[in-house]
């Protein structure tokens, strides 16, 4: 059976011992976060209210490993390392020469690859001495995956949950509530930023940010967690892509082509940043794809500039593609990918043409999932269906091409809470909604006024 | 960290090669099933018109091992072996001296053990030239992994799904369709034995039987699949115990007692039945803990009498436990548990005193699922919560005798289409309905006249 090996184990003791950093490799010099009161570069003190000095530290390291605590590794061993698979029924109902290996995050408890940085930011809390978590989530599986990594480590954890989602996905937070978290719906009356925002009663994530940010600002013995974007969560998700490199060592292939979906930029930066930096580092050559969204398409049509985070501005400025602080996307049932900017690291690769960035619409992307889980048997979360979308056209290409292709697919998680969502696609009730360059346009427009990116 | 081993994998290869059949080491003479309608032992002809031949050998074969053909094993190898866990956290949080394993079937696709026998009879089928399987779901898992099965094998699928979980789970229909299949509400109006039944709208397990039975059996190119109950079936499961042996050994542990769910008995007798051999032949010692509800309490409180698998009376008699089979347990969230009777080389193992049944109610499993989630992570079934309250019991009996007791628990399914049944019970809502034992008493009356088992 060995000839047809589909799945790539390894054992507990390969779980990475190390993050991969990017930061130190990256082209360019590092461009800060900027205080949003005066535009200068933002310190440690700026962040300090909200994160604990370890995760501000793993901010701004220029280590390019960063160690792995020991009860991190514990907390990981439930359900790391991740299996690879080799999409056999895949490549054969594609008829393609591709070889095409899925590395799937969807067997964490939470489901998704959102555990990696949530227990490491529960651990980091907890030995700051911090006793309540304050987060937003889209889909559900940030706050799913926070509230699982809470009660592994007794923290009290609270939930803002994007109002679409809240409404689509109410099994999302039952699980939250099962695992001993509090959840509200945003925009909420619990806080100044979820008032100012009544009239977006879908909400976003820019908005559930604010929200969260607000209540750890105002609370010593709360901090904040955010599931995306910022530097030290891509850092945690590395452990995807340092155990993809081994268990393609084992099935004896290199990626031609790495393919990931981006919502915040988190799960793309942990499967493709330590192949990045052996691009980086002249030691492979590879291409790497980045899939998001036509109804948020951050990457492809946004503008590269300073801008928050959340939608109110309470967050520093970070440099990234965006489409404005307060562009609230059409609600798209890949709930994960819906937020205006994206992570700078990945931001700045894009700008380097180191990462292609591709926009799929919602049919054609659920389309490919459910072929996807005919062929394979896993039904993929709405998220990673677009990382399948652009994985089909790189099949395709190869087919076309006539040439062997090696292609490493991130599959960030499942869709078991997502059904909804497929029952909509295959009563070809499912829309695809548009993006609109002028709502955008009108939010670049209420930026701050922040130095231009060189 | 290995001293903390969490997770016990095996490579691909370990994937049992032959299937265990418990038959010819059971205690006493095998009870043939009956013809319904001669009260004589019934032979394949009863069985051609809706199983295929090479099942029906499987049926009755007296071969202590069944080879596993290729192409089974290579579906088995998209998410078999399951991983074996040592639950360290659990057992920290219940203050126990038990080592306690779990055996975790929710890494399937369709998230439960199902597909161990559904890839085994999709491809049983298929080599038979048929087009269609028919089916029936209670909880919805039989009915995903069949249609997940009938996906990787080529065939068309139809499931008739019992009212109250088609109405509690539309999201599990949603998966089934996902996966290509058809799914109609049962009782239905497109069989004879739906219409019969119009007066129970919230259905059970034996009346989607007749209804799935009823089509398969009228039509040439249709084979009807069962998902537990059967020999056949028990047998396709036991590469989970088998597994589960190899692990163990990987641990350095054998257990003091098996814990498992018994719904219709698959998933007990897949991961206990290897075990039990060894114990039939002498060559172990150690306990078996069935787990059902007090709702249905089949195993507990039925009759061992000859008796119909469906509600209308179809299927040939089989010797078994049972509350008669036109009893309706009342829709409690473990909707695979409510059966009115068992498998009966389970049955006969509970006759003989090799394993002892125990029955918990609704509100007791919820609580143990929730305190299980939040230490190890992983959500359960409802159906398997009644295992993990067994357990429960077992590790607290160990803390108060002071003795190490390993403990191995069968996790059949993850409980990710039963969030609403966590939400109900989190709200306080979670009702505990009653077993009428007069109920059944009149069921009991309206069994077929069959000869007393000795």
């Given at each position: 059976?060995?000839?047809?090996?589909?799945?790539?184990?390894?054992?507990?003791?390969?779980?990475?011992?190390?993050?991969?950093?990017?930061?130190?490799?990256?082209?360019?010099?590092?461009?800060?976060?900027?205080?949003?009161?005066?535009?200068?570069?933002?310190?440690?003190?700026?962040?300090?209210?909200?994160?604990?000095?370890?995760?501000?530290?793993?901010?701004?390291?220029?280590?390019?490993?960063?160690?792995?605590?020991?009860?991190?590794?514990?907390?990981?061993?439930?359900?790391?390392?991740?299996?690879?698979?080799?999409?056999?029924?895949?490549?054969?109902?594609?008829?393609?020469?591709?070889?095409?290996?899925?590395?799937?995050?969807?067997?964490?408890?939470?489901?998704?690859?959102?555990?990696?940085?949530?227990?490491?930011?529960?651990?980091?809390?907890?030995?700051?001495?911090?006793?309540?978590?304050?987060?937003?989530?889209?889909?559900?599986?940030?706050?799913?995956?926070?509230?699982?990594?809470?009660?592994?480590?007794?923290?009290?954890?609270?939930?803002?949950?994007?109002?679409?989602?809240?409404?689509?996905?109410?099994?999302?937070?039952?699980?939250?509530?099962?695992?001993?978290?509090?959840?509200?719906?945003?925009?909420?009356?619990?806080?100044?930023?979820?008032?100012?925002?009544?009239?977006?009663?879908?909400?976003?994530?820019?908005?559930?940010?604010?929200?969260?940010?607000?209540?750890?600002?105002?609370?010593?013995?709360?901090?904040?967690?955010?599931?995306?974007?910022?530097?030290?969560?891509?850092?945690?998700?590395?452990?995807?892509?340092?155990?993809?490199?081994?268990?393609?060592?084992?099935?004896?292939?290199?990626?031609?082509?790495?393919?990931?979906?981006?919502?915040?930029?988190?799960?793309?930066?942990?499967?493709?940043?330590?192949?990045?930096?052996?691009?980086?580092?002249?030691?492979?050559?590879?291409?790497?794809?980045?899939?998001?969204?036509?109804?948020?398409?951050?990457?492809?049509?946004?503008?590269?500039?300073?801008?928050?985070?959340?939608?109110?501005?309470?967050?520093?400025?970070?440099?990234?593609?965006?489409?404005?602080?307060?562009?609230?996307?059409?609600?798209?049932?890949?709930?994960?990918?819906?937020?205006?900017?994206?992570?700078?690291?990945?931001?700045?690769?894009?700008?380097?043409?180191?990462?292609?960035?591709?926009?799929?619409?919602?049919?054609?992307?659920?389309?490919?999932?459910v072929r996807f889980a005919r062929a394979e048997g896993i039904v993929p979360g709405p998220e990673p269906a677009?990382?399948?979308?652009?994985?089909?056209?790189?099949?395709?290409?190869?087919?076309?091409?006539?040439?062997?292709?090696?292609?490493?697919?991130?599959?960030?998680?499942?869709?078991?809470?997502?059904?909804?969502?497929?029952?909509?696609?295959?009563?070809?009730?499912?829309?695809?909604?548009?993006?609109?360059?002028?709502?955008?346009?009108?939010?670049?427009?209420?930026?701050?006024?922040?130095?231009?990116?060189?």
């Amino acid at each position: 059976m060995s000839a047809e090996q589909v799945r790539y184990l390894l054992p507990e003791d390969a779980i990475p011992t190390h993050w991969v950093n990017l930061l130190p490799d990256l082209p360019g010099d590092p461009l800060p976060p900027l205080n949003p009161g005066t535009m200068q570069p933002a310190g440690p003190d700026d962040l300090t209210p909200i994160f604990p000095m370890s995760l501000i530290g793993q901010e701004v390291s220029m280590d390019a490993e960063v160690e792995i605590p020991e009860p991190v590794r514990e907390a990981y061993a439930l359900w790391r390392p991740s299996p690879l698979y080799r999409a056999r029924r895949l490549e054969r109902e594609l008829d393609t020469p591709a070889r095409i290996y899925y590395k799937y995050e969807g067997v964490s408890p939470a489901g998704s690859h959102k555990p990696n940085s949530a227990v490491a930011q529960a651990y980091a809390n907890r030995e700051a001495g911090i006793e309540r978590l304050v987060t937003e989530t889209g889909a559900g599986q940030w706050g799913s995956a926070l509230a699982f990594a809470c009660g592994l480590f007794g923290l009290e954890c609270l939930v803002y949950m994007v109002g679409a989602s809240y409404d689509q996905k109410p099994y999302r937070r039952a699980m939250m509530e099962t695992w001993g978290a509090s959840v509200i719906r945003s925009p909420s009356d619990t806080t100044e930023a979820g008032r100012s925002q009544a009239s977006h009663p879908t909400g976003s994530l820019g908005i559930a940010i604010s929200e969260a940010v607000e209540v750890a600002a105002g609370d010593a013995n709360a901090n904040y967690a955010l599931g995306s974007v910022l530097n030290h969560v891509c850092l945690h998700q590395t452990v995807i892509g340092q155990e993809a490199i081994a268990q393609l060592e084992l099935a004896g292939d290199v990626p031609d082509v790495v393919v990931g979906c981006v919502g915040g930029g988190s799960n793309f930066a942990g499967l493709a940043f330590p192949f990045v930096r052996e691009v980086l580092r002249g030691n492979a050559k590879m291409r790497f794809v980045a899939a998001e969204p036509a109804a948020c398409p951050t990457l492809t049509r946004g503008a590269y500039r300073y801008d928050f985070g959340d939608t109110v501005g309470l967050t520093p400025l970070m440099p990234m593609y965006t489409l404005g602080h307060d562009f609230v996307p059409p609600p798209v049932h890949a709930g994960g990918l819906r937020y205006h900017g994206d992570a700078p690291m990945l931001c700045g690769l894009v700008k380097h043409g180191v990462v292609e960035p591709r926009a799929y619409k919602q049919n054609e992307t659920f389309a490919a999932a459910v072929r996807f889980a005919r062929a394979e048997g896993i039904v993929p979360g709405p998220e990673p269906a677009h990382a399948i979308r652009a994985t089909f056209e790189e099949a395709e290409a190869a087919r076309e091409a006539g040439e062997e292709r090696v292609i490493l697919l991130g599959l960030s998680g499942h869709g078991h809470f997502d059904m909804s969502a497929y029952q909509a696609y295959l009563a070809g009730e499912l829309e695809d909604p548009e993006f609109s360059e002028r709502d955008m346009q009108e939010a670049l427009e209420r930026l701050p006024d922040a130095p231009a990116i060189a």
